[in-house]
């Protein structure tokens, strides 16, 4: 049974910070088997890819999340992290991880193979 649980979400005020988490189980996620990913979505509105990360370790970032959000992989629990900093209300969202079985491993890549519930941010 494949699962990915996400957590960390919460309020915090503009300029905090947050620790996204992402466990991975049921499949082999580990050591970079899998590209991950964690995209946002606000109701009504197009999701938006954040960040990437494939099995060179090398994390991709959209724009908006470049120099303020670090995207990385504890590849021995299965993890995917997102830490989050410099929020503004713009970040307030449903996050999600994602797996994308698909080249390209890209912020923009919307084919997942498996995804979690999603952890809400919010950021006033």
């Known amino acids: 049974h494949v699962q990915l649980v996400e957590s960390g979400g919460g309020p915090v005020q503009v300029g905090g910070s947050l620790t996204l988490s992402c466990v991975a189980s049921?499949?082999?996620?580990?050591?970079?088997?899998?590209?991950m990913a964690w995209f946002r979505q606000v109701p009504g509105r197009e999701r938006e890819g954040v960040a990437a990360?494939?099995?060179?370790?090398?994390?991709v970032y959209a724009e908006f999340a470049r120099g303020r959000f670090t995207a990385s992989q504890d590849n021995a629990k299965d993890t995917l992290f997102l830490q989050m900093t410099s929020l503004k209300s713009d970040d307030t969202a449903m996050y999600y991880c994602?797996?994308?079985?698909?080249?390209?491993?890209?912020?923009?890549?919307?084919?997942?193979?498996?995804r979690g519930q999603g952890t809400q941010v919010t950021v006033s």
């Open positions: 994602a797996t994308l079985p698909m080249y390209p491993c890209a912020v923009d890549n919307f084919v997942f193979g498996y």
């Open positions: 049921g499949i082999y996620a580990g050591r970079g088997a899998y590209c």
């Open positions: 990360i494939g099995s060179d370790g090398r994390p």
